[in-house]
Every structure is written in structure tokens, then in C-alpha cells.
């Protein structure tokens, strides 16, 4: 919680002086009851425990005190917001290294079904993109909301060949994105508005590997280059954590992931590491929370002064139960 204006705090200090104010008259009733009563009637005039009723009513008005200064305060909470309108580009491995069969049947089967599911879980209104890399990258469709057309050629990928190119697949979605921003510009220019929702809805890109980059341009330079793009790449490092894997051949492959998490922290994405079918499908589950939403701060000024009524309220009634007037 964040406080919009929080100079007016310092309205807590009289609040603060009430209670204190209150129990000093609680000690001086009991010392004046000491000095002028008489034995027999000490008990009835000052019971060994108070009870707590006598204190409640004054407790809750000096809650309600407190909770109307800080709502005075203009208090504001984090919340999650769903976007209306994202771009959202996958671009999955289907290099050589990825028929190995530690995840059934191989692993770029294994991610095809987890990336299709998290499509299918995305908004309708998203735009969705496919990038395949091996030893180049090719942008396999742009971003659309014809989710279908992407899930079809998520399952036409393959086979698996060729080297790594992790570089070479970010500039891809660099240059896909920066077209459709272009073209978005220039229909939004003809219109009433330049700025079109495209232009405003985020992007993200959600890369997949289980290596490192043996191919094309530096994954560095192209993390450089995504950042100034302003286009934030989760990675995904997939395949058997601290061991190799063998290829069909007898080929033995180590998944690395440093490439993969310095993309992601150049850029401000997410680095995961999946080891499995189903962990794969809880990171993409938490990637879609990631990219779908965003953080906002909304004040809830109005819920705490109905907190701070609800408080008076609560002493009034149950002072006029118990003692037959107000406080």
C-alpha cells in the first residue's frame, strides 16, 4: 500500500493522545475510587478486572478515528489488471538438440503441446506470433488473433535440425514487431487517432531453448537490441537439469541456460528453467499472468472511511445496549 498524500498522518497524533488521554482518566478514577471509598465499598465501585465492555465502545470510535485520518491520506493498493490488447510472440527451438527423448516422446514435442495449450488460454483479443529457430530463425506467422492459425503452425514445426541461433530469433521478432508497429502507425495516421491500439497494447516475447547459442548473430547484442526495442523476452531453458541429453544418433547434449538468463535480465523478462512436460506447462501458466497483466495502483480512500463508519457505528450500538446512551 502506498500513501498519496502522507503528510496528513500527523493527524494520528491527537488521535493517539485521545487514547492516551482516556486511560489516564481510567488510573485516575481508580486512584479518586482508592482514596474516597470505603472498604466495603471498594469492590462494588472498582472491580478487580474491569470489564472489557466498559472499554470496547472506546476502543472501536478511536479505531474509527484512526482509519478517517488515514483516509485522509488518500491510501492506494497494488492491484493486477488484465490487459485488454497484448502481442505475445513465441518462438520455440526446433533445433537438432531438441528430438532428445528425456521429455516423451522428444522434447520439441513435448513444448509444442505446452506452447499450444498456453495459446489457447490467451485472450481472444491478444496478438499471437511463432518464431522457429534452429540454425536461422524465420518468423512463421506474425502476430494475429486467429489463435488457430497459430496453434497450426506450432504443430507443423519440425523436424528437429540444424544448430542454436537464440540471436538470430530475437532480432526476427524485433523486426516482425517493429513492421506491424509501423503499419499499425501509419492506419492509425489516416484516422481520427495516430496512436492506435496496437501501438499501445504490450508486447513480450516468450523464447524456448535447451541450449546455448551455436549459430548467427550474438544473443548479447540482440539482448541489447530487444531492450531498446522495449521488447521484454521471458526465456525458457528446457531439458534435464545438470545432465546431458542423447539425441537418437548417440549424440550427447548439455542443456546450458546462462545464455537464456542473461537475455531475459538484459531485457526485463523471466528466466525459468523447465525440466519436464508438466513443469514446462506451469511456467508457461505463470507467463501468461506475467505478460497478461499489469500492475496499477487504485485508491481505496472510499473502503476505509466505510471501515472507519462501520467502527462508530458498532460502538454506538453496542454502547446504548450496554449503558443506555451513545459512548
Do not use: C
Not at 462501520?310 to 446512551?325: G, M, T
Amino acid at each position: 500500500m502506498r500513501l498519496t498524500q502522507p503528510l496528513f498522518l500527523l493527524a494520528l497524533i491527537p488521535i493517539a493522545l485521545l487514547g492516551v488521554g482516556y486511560l489516564v482518566m481510567q488510573r485516575r478514577r481508580i486512584k479518586y475510587a482508592l482514596r474516597f471509598a470505603t472498604a466495603p465499598m471498594l469492590e462494588r465501585l472498582v472491580p478487580h478486572r474491569p470489564r472489557w465492555r466498559r472499554h470496547l465502545a472506546a476502543g472501536l470510535v478511536v479505531g474509527a478515528l484512526a482509519l478517517l485520518a488515514v483516509a485522509t491520506t488518500q491510501p492506494q493498493v497494488r492491484a493486477q489488471v488484465p490487459y485488454e490488447r497484448a502481442t505475445i510472440l513465441v518462438a520455440i527451438d526446433t533445433s537438432a538438440s531438441m528430438s532428445a527423448e528425456d521429455m516423451p516422446p522428444n522434447r520439441l514435442e513435448a513444448a509444442k503441446a505446452a506452447a499450444i495449450s498456453f495459446i489457447e488460454q490467451l485472450p481472444a483479443r491478444y496478438n499471437v506470433g511463432l518464431v522457429s529457430f534452429s540454425s536461422n530463425a524465420r518468423v512463421v506467422a506474425s502476430p494475429t488473433t486467429d489463435h488457430a492459425l497459430v496453434v497450426r503452425s506450432i504443430d507443423g514445426l519440425g523436424p528437429p535440425d540444424g544448430g542454436t541461433a537464440i540471436g538470430e530469433a530475437v532480432y526476427s521478432s524485433i523486426s516482425d514487431l517493429q513492421q506491424i508497429l509501423e503499419e499499425a502507425a501509419a492506419a492509425g495516421s489516416s484516422g481520427e487517432s495516430a496512436e492506435s491500439e496496437e501501438e499501445r497494447s504490450p508486447a513480450h516475447l516468450v523464447l524456448l531453448s535447451d541450449g546455448g547459442n551455436s549459430a548467427g548473430r550474438s544473443p548479447v547484442t540482440a539482448a541489447e537490441a530487444a531492450r531498446e526495442a522495449g521488447l521484454p523476452t521471458s526465456t525458457i531453458a528446457y531439458g534435464t537439469e545438470g545432465s546431458s541429453a542423447t539425441l537418437p544418433g548417440g549424440q550427447s547434449v548439455e542443456v546450458r541456460e546462462d545464455t537464456l538468463r542473461d537475455l531475459a535480465d538484459t531485457t526485463g523478462g523471466r528466466f525459468y528453467r523447465a525440466s519436464s512436460a508438466d513443469e514446462l506447462r506451469e511456467v508457461y501458466d505463470d507467463i501468461g499472468t506475467l505478460v497478461g497483466h499489469h500492475i496499477e495502483y487504485r485508491e481505496i480512500t472510499v473502503w476505509v472511511v466505510v471501515g472507519a463508519m462501520v467502527l462508530a457505528f458498532a460502538a454506538a450500538a453496542l454502547s446504548l445496549r450496554w449503558f443506555a446512551r451513545l459512548i
